[in-house]
């Protein structure tokens, strides 16, 4: 049993994300960088080992929500290994709970900025007069193709519906609003329409330590059609999406989610030989990706293990794992 309440605040977020109110890799980050906010600035721990089990179970009841975008364990990572340190290093409350707030800050800063390099790196690899196939709804991916309209590049956009959820018509209201033309189109329709694209920019929900890509489910039959046609792909991904679990040999698990999305329960119910798989995203191998841009730079896919390494840089592997959602562990707080 759990010993500690969720403030509704972070009870809205944590149902926010895991009933995809909430969506998109960054956003799922942002809202669970809000929720370890607030619970740092309203706990009513006694000392900083009691605030940091109690930032410990709202961590994992964030961790629970959706597993396959890897921002959200790298965010959560991030601030409980500053507030881990801080504790150890024998700091009072007070000053735990100060590390707790700006380390949070300082993550929100960094998807801040990091969107926004993205966008002017990327936008520097769209031609004026290109056409740009786009799936799913990323704020990554948008955030190139509206610097490169904003820097006044003629571009055309054509947007795949993305079926079962329809993200697409979020990146359609976001392009019609930016006044960027675009074109809607069914899912199946992208090999059909490929030689007519000069690129195409998804997002991602996490790069492997070998430069694969998980997205959306269907970015990897856009890849093979882009390939196919010898356009080219382009992956934009903050840093904070690369995922070190996969370092150590994990695979990045897929969601799979329920046949209602695909199908009427009435339908579903009736059948009685069939059945209905809905796997959420796919995996796109480093092959069929041209280049990732990231907020430090374009790299090759191939490249993924270096900023892995970074980010990871002095967490003890123990820690990598208690905040990850890749291990089965118990909701209750260590130690
Ligand atoms: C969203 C999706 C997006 C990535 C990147 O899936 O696959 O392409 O999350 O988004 P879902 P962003 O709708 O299932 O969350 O660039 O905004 O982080």
Redo the contacts with the bound molecule.
């Keep these: 049993m759990a010993r500690y309440v969720l403030l509704p605040e972070v009870e809205e977020i944590v149902n926010g994300i895991g009933s995809?109110r909430i969506?998109?890799?960054?956003?799922?980050a942002k809202a669970s960088i809000e929720a370890l906010m607030v619970t740092a600035m309203k706990s009513n721990a006694r000392d900083p080992d009691e605030f940091f089990r109690e930032l410990d179970y709202v961590a994992q009841r964030l961790l629970a929500t959706r597993p396959t975008?890897v921002?959200l364990p790298n965010a959560v990572r991030f601030v409980m290994f500053r507030i881990y340190k801080a504790k150890e290093e024998g700091q009072g409350l007070e000053e735990v709970r100060k590390t707790a707030i700006d380390s949070c800050r300082k993550f929100l800063r960094r998807i801040r900025e990091a969107s926004k390099m993205i966008g002017e790196i990327g936008a520097r690899r769209i031609n004026d007069g290109d056409t740009i196939m786009t799936h799913?709804?990323?704020?990554?991916?948008l955030r190139v193709i509206k610097t490169a309209h904003r820097m006044g590049k003629n571009i055309r956009v054509i947007v795949t519906e993305t079926r079962p959820?329809y993200?697409g018509l979020i990146t359609a209201e976001e392009l019609e609003k930016e006044g960027i033309p675009f074109t809607l189109i069914i899912d199946g329709a992208a090999r059909f329409l490929m030689k007519k694209v000069d690129k195409v920019v998804?997002?991602?929900?996490a790069v492997a330590a070998n430069g694969a890509v998980v997205?959306?489910i269907g970015t990897s039959i856009i890849a093979l059609a882009a390939h196919e046609a010898r356009t080219l792909l382009f992956v934009?991904a903050e840093t904070y999406?690369f995922s070190p679990e996969t370092l150590v040999g994990e695979l990045v698990k897929i969601e799979e989610r329920p046949p209602e999305e695909v199908v009427s329960p009435e339908v579903f119910k009736r059948w009685r030989y069939g059945s209905v798989r809905n796997p959420?995203?796919d995996v796109t191998p480093p092959e069929y990706i041209d280049l990732i841009v990231t907020e430090k730079g374009i790299i090759p896919p191939q490249a993924a293990f270096t900023i892995i390494r970074d980010e990871l840089r002095g967490m003890p592997y123990e820690f990598q794992r208690r905040y990850s959602t890749y291990w089965e562990k118990s909701l209750e707080p260590e130690g």
């Design positions: 995809m969506r998109g890799a960054s956003r799922i975008a921002s799913c709804h990323s704020t990554a991916a959820l993200q998804v997002g991602a929900d997205n959306k934009a999406k959420a995203f």
